[in-house]
């Protein structure tokens, strides 16, 4: 377990760099100045200079890069003071620091993913068992033929029509904004209610595709018709063993959805006007700010390499025949 | 069964390598309950007919292949139909003409100013046409669709082929290349690759012109197009390798090239077409998501996924701008989705949906 954990570490690092490092290369390939457009239209050589050493950015891009590596690792001096490791810079539009200001946008970002994947894995896992219990009848066709549409669904056109139809026209749904949840739980739930919903439509239809048909095929695997012939109910047979078997594709795209929507829900943030890490990203593009795009593009890859790590431990936890190494 | 032809031959190994060996076809879920093929009827049949006449068969997949054709040619028709109906997509018709936009700049008439001159409305602010607006919108967005499609179809052919049948350290270093760009953060890859591989082209200070960002579109997307469908393909083209028919053209004196376009190609077509299916509706809609999100394709060019932005600022007021152009393309995604699943069945009787 720990050889494991230690190789998938070493693993990630090098990901990590290396994808950090394409970003840093192929921002700096941009004819556009940083320093110019903080500097404004009244500007002069001096102040120019001035605030490209105050960015860091006066020095080439390779020990830029390396300045910014051993930031990380040991923090780093500006001009404006120290900054503790791990320190990922400031931003070039209102020097916030880097780290701080994704921390804070984490929570809109984290409740998003967890809220949104809650329930469309329970929807369409119980959408998925009802249909394989049902296989070939009308309730399955239709489930599949409702699926195939869901899964067709964009969240930036699903998204406004909610908005307009359930929110201002009806009334029926809170408007979406983001409270902490430590602060009002309830407003929390409330005013985040509309993103999940609308993130599940489009996230529900494969979960419920892929454990019908991997349940189907548990249904007929050597196992199972063992458990029959031993005299279990169907209800045993299906939620003992024919489960567990079509948890491993499941498990593998949930990691995959889950790393990407850790990392900012870009679509569902920006339709919804919630401020996390998606919004911070576009954002950042927009306005040339480096460090903060390197900030989030760190962070969403970490959650990427994290995920799947997890998904592979977690694999062995269902098939005790999958050992880790 | 007799080998009456190189087709044939194909249609061997395919079968096999698709169903571990057993030759038995059955139609997959057409809309009719499964029903055995003899397979009398099936020998002598190259694959490519073999499929057509199990896609014929299936009345989803044939419905669906006219929706999803619909599209293209609308697409590419686009200029004709807009020259018949005698409008186009850039004049303010709303603003150069009085009486269309009320002091708010929504459209007076009710429905988004749906009439007889304008089919589809108006759009709010702007007043320009939304009927050629979407015709044209349609034909940006499945044009760059397309491109993404065959690019990447074309890249996972090279490295899928590359890595599976030269093995090795070649597919050692392969392997790690797509491994690396799988735990890319790729929507977020996209957007902040966009302003780059545009300024590549042109100085940021300066107006962007259509094309250029046209093209960032196409590579961004491009970039990490290509990986699945190359791990599929190198997981086949190392099956088939190993097979007899390969070893009989390397004893005969075959060439690599010629092994490749001659052997293992043909042989690939299957996962290349499924996979395809799979891949264009989710270029399509990736490309709009960057249009919704302000770096894909930008004012005034027509776009699909342009219309999905404007529509989410102008919701309140005109629910209508956004209605056509949105159930146009859940049309279109449904359509080639199912289109993909009968493209599917057609290839691969045994596997089950």
Partial sequence: ?325 | MTVRSAGCKVALNLTSVRTGGTLTTTVAKPVEPAEPTEPEQVSGRSPGSLMWRRFKRDRSGVVSACVVLFFFGVALFAPVIAWLYGKNPYTRYGQEREGLLNEFEYPVKPNGGIDGEFWFGLEPGQGRDVFTQLLFGIRTSLGIAVAVTLLAVVTAILIGIAAGYLGGKADYFLNRLIDLLMAFPNQLFFVAFMPIVAALFVDPSEETPTYIRVVSVVLVLWFLGWMTLARILRGVTLGLREREFVEAAKVSGASRWRIITRELLPNLVTPILVQATIMLPNFVTTAAALSFLGVGIMEPTPDWGRMFARGAEVYQGDLTYMFFPAGAMVLFIVAFNLLGDSVRDAFDPKGQR
């Fill in chain 1, 1 to 325: 377990m720990i050889r494991f954990l230690l190789r998938r570490a070493a693993g990630a690092v090098v990901i990590l760099l290396i994808i950090s490092a394409v970003t840093f290369f192929l921002f700096y390939s941009i004819p556009r100045d940083p320093a110019r457009l903080a500097c404004g239209k009244t500007c002069d050589p001096e102040s120019l200079a001035m605030i490209r050493a105050s960015l860091g950015i006066d020095k080439p891009v390779p020990a830029q890069f390396w300045e910014y590596l051993s930031g990380i690792v040991t923090g780093r001096d500006f001009a404006t003071g120290h900054c503790p490791a791990p320190c990922l810079g400031y931003s070039f539009r209102d020097e916030s620091p880097v780290l701080q200001t994704i921390l804070d946008r984490m929570p809109t970002t984290a409740s998003l993913a967890v809220g949104g994947t809650v329930i469309f894995l329970v929807v369409g896992l119980t959408l998925g068992v009802i249909a394989a219990r049902n296989q070939g009848k009308l309730i399955d066709k239709g489930l599949s033929s409702l699926s195939l549409v869901m899964s067709s669904m964009q969240i930036y056109l699903v998204g406004p029509l909610v908005l307009a139809l359930f929110v201002y026209h009806l009334d029926i749904l809170p408007s979406p904004r983001y409270v902490e949840l430590t602060e009002d739980p309830l407003g929390w739930f409330r005013g985040l209610l509309v993103p999940w919903l609308v993130m599940s439509i489009i996230f529900t239809a494969a979960y419920t595709r892929m454990s019908r048909s991997t349940l189907i095929e548990q249904m007929q695997e050597d196992h199972v018709r063992t458990a029959r012939a031993k005299g279990m109910s169907e209800r045993t047979v299906l939620f003992r063993h024919a489960w567990r078997g079509s948890l491993i594709p499941i498990v593998t795209i949930l990691g995959v959805d889950m790393g990407s929507l850790f990392g900012g829900a870009m679509v569902t943030e920006f339709t919804f006007a919630l401020p996390g890490l998606g919004r911070l990203a576009v954002n950042s593009v927009i306005q040339t700010d480096l460090p903060m795009l390197m900030g989030v593009m760190l962070f969403a890859a970490a959650a990427i390499i994290l995920f799947n790590v997890l998904v592979d431990a977690v694999y062995a936890l269902i098939d005790p025949r999958i050992r880790l190494t």
